[in-house]
T-cell receptor, first 114, second 112 residues
Framework: DTAVSQTPKYLVTQMGNDKSIKCEQNLGHDTMYWYKQDSKKFLKIMFSYNNKELIINETVPNRFSPKSPDKAHLNLHINSLELGDSAVYFC?????????????FGSGTRLTVV | KNQVEQSPQSLIILEGKNCTLQCNYTVSPFSNLRWYKQDTGRGPVSLTIMTFSENTKSNGRYTATLDADTKQSSLHITASQLSDSASYICVVSDTGGFKTIFGAGTRLFVKA
């Protein structure tokens, strides 16, 4: 009954490969996100989708392409992987709450590019 | 520039002791501030959420304070337990939630 689940948990791949990370939420939230946590532990937003529509697209290389087949799923496809793409990628979903917006995060996907 | 700075970067305490983590921010216009706990290999989990009008919020042994005038927040952990070992991340959002800025976190180690 995991609220936000992402797969795989670990991903090791060679430079130049193309890979996808999947995310699903069963909370009924309308908005989903992809965050990247780098080695300095900063979490930075990459994309945000609301009801399958892209609403936030931060400065991210166009090798990264999100896809939302429905509002419960937000996948991240990465083309031509580079060493600098190594990081932990977190999926999250959100809903409006009393304090503003409340987020629920997945457990992360640790991507290592070798 | 919107920023969230946390201190200390890391902290080691003995089990049973109290500790306080700091968060300074420059996000404007301010909407809310959250403290998250991130266990190793897991996603962040919300501990507290405070809006502009709230000065303090507790969640068990965790107590967060907010001074919106000085743009500072603290997270106080009472009677620490080994399971408190984690990263604690301060997150500040602007009005409307268009900007959500994450701090780099404080890595807390609780030793027996």
């Amino acid at each position: 009954d995991t609220a936000v689940s992402q797969t795989p948990k670990y991903l090791v791949t060679q430079m130049g490969n193309d890979k996808s990370i999947k995310c699903e939420q069963n909370l009924g939230h309308d908005t989903m996100y992809w965050y990247k946590q780098d080695s300095k532990k900063f979490l930075k937003i990459m994309f945000s989708y609301n009801n399958k529509e892209l609403i936030i697209n931060e400065t991210v290389p166009n090798r990264f392409s999100p896809k939302s087949p429905d509002k419960a799923h937000l996948n991240l496809h990465i083309n031509s992987l580079e060493l600098g793409d190594s990081a932990v990628y977190f999926c999250a979903s959100s809903q409006k709450c009393r304090a503003g917006v409340c987020y629920t995060f997945g457990s992360g996907t640790r991507l290592t590019v070798v | 520039k919107n920023q969230v700075e946390q201190s200390p970067q890391s902290l080691i305490i003995l089990e049973g002791k109290n500790c306080t983590l700091q968060c300074n921010y420059t996000v404007s216009p301010f909407s809310n501030l959250r403290w998250y706990k991130q266990d190793t290999g897991r996603g962040p989990v919300s501990l507290t959420i405070m809006t502009f009008s709230e000065n303090t919020k507790s969640n068990g042994r965790y107590t967060a304070t907010l001074d919106a005038d000085t743009k500072q927040s603290s997270l106080h952990i009472t009677a620490s337990q080994l399971s408190d070992s984690a990263s604690y991340i301060c997150v500040v959002s602007d009005t409307g939630g268009f900007k959500t800025i994450f701090g780099a976190g404080t890595r807390l180690f609780v030793k027996a």
